[in-house]
């Protein structure tokens, strides 16, 4: 049987940031099911529409761009996938951009990481004096939790660059995917000697 795969690119925010990502892949293919868009299912005792999904976004974090690949047995026009499928979703939840895979091996490869951070702080004068102090270490470790463990990474690895916007009090940090490990935006945090509020979180990535 042929296979036709295609990218979708799409966002999330609104209250969809408060579901799981299990419960929002659940939401997602019910979506899917909807349609009349030709999806291929997986063999077994229990078939499910091949779909195969970027990095989690973690509960609470709103997303410019997120990735899925998906799996069909005709080839369509990327309007037409597009258009039935953000027919059957809310408005906090829509794809954007699809691309024909011709190449199926071209498995979703995120390596760069943008955030975007509403924080509360009592200072913006501390806010810098704490990112002059980052930027003149060759490296600075932090502890995370990844599951069960607690790992230390060196957080020069993965940040690339860190705007603060004083009026606002906005924070942007790129970030990059290192070996398959990333750095989350509360965790970039950690740089600052007294820790800022996070009032709202949103990701964007890049592949």
Same mark, same amino acid.
């Given at each position: 049987?042929?296979?036709?795969?295609?990218?979708?690119?799409?966002?999330?925010?609104?209250?969809?940031?408060?579901?799981?990502?299990?419960?929002?892949?659940?939401?997602?293919?019910?979506?899917?099911?909807?349609?009349?868009?030709?999806?291929?299912?997986?063999?077994?005792?229990?078939?499910?529409?091949?779909?195969?999904?970027?990095?989690?976004?973690?509960?609470?974090?709103?997303?410019?761009?997120?990735?899925?690949?998906?799996?069909?047995?005709?080839?369509?026009?990327?309007?037409?996938?597009?258009?039935?499928?953000?027919?059957?979703?809310?408005?906090?939840?829509?794809?954007?951009?699809?691309?024909?895979?011709?190449?199926?091996?071209?498995? %979703?490869?995120?390596?760069?990481?943008?955030?975007?951070?509403?924080?509360?702080?009592?200072? &913006?004068?501390?806010?810098?004096?704490?990112?002059?102090?980052?930027? &003149?270490?060759?490296?600075?470790?932090?502890?995370?939790?990844?599951?069960?463990? %607690?790992?230390?990474?060196?957080?020069?690895?993965?940040?690339?660059?860190?705007?603060?916007?004083?009026?606002?009090?906005?924070?942007?940090?790129?970030?990059?995917?290192?070996?398959?490990?990333?750095?989350?935006?509360?965790?970039?945090?950690?740089?600052?000697?007294?820790?800022?509020?996070?009032?709202?979180?949103?990701?964007?990535?890049?592949?």
């Amino acid at each position: 049987m042929n296979k036709y795969v295609y990218r979708l690119c799409y966002y999330k925010k609104g209250n969809l940031k408060y579901i799981s990502f299990r419960d929002f892949t659940k939401f997602i293919i019910r979506a899917l099911i909807r349609t009349q868009i030709p999806v291929l299912y997986s063999q077994g005792f229990n078939p499910m529409p091949l779909i195969s999904f970027s990095i989690p976004v973690p509960i609470g974090v709103e997303s410019k761009r997120e990735w899925l690949d998906l799996t069909l047995k005709e080839k369509l026009p990327e309007d037409f996938i597009m258009k039935e499928w953000n027919k059957q979703l809310t408005s906090d939840v829509q794809f954007y951009e699809c691309y024909f895979l011709k190449n199926l091996k071209n498995s %979703i490869d995120v390596k760069y990481i943008k955030y975007e951070l509403e924080i509360f702080h009592q200072s &913006s004068n501390l806010l810098f004096e704490d990112l002059n102090i980052f930027y &003149s270490k060759d490296s600075f470790n932090i502890l995370v939790r990844r599951g069960e463990k %607690i790992k230390e990474l060196n957080l020069k690895e993965y940040l690339l660059e860190l705007r603060i916007e004083e009026e606002k009090f906005n924070i942007n940090a790129l970030t990059k995917v290192v070996d398959g490990s990333l750095i989350r935006g509360e965790e970039i945090l950690e740089i600052f000697s007294y820790r800022p509020l996070i009032i709202n979180q949103v990701r964007e990535l890049l592949l």
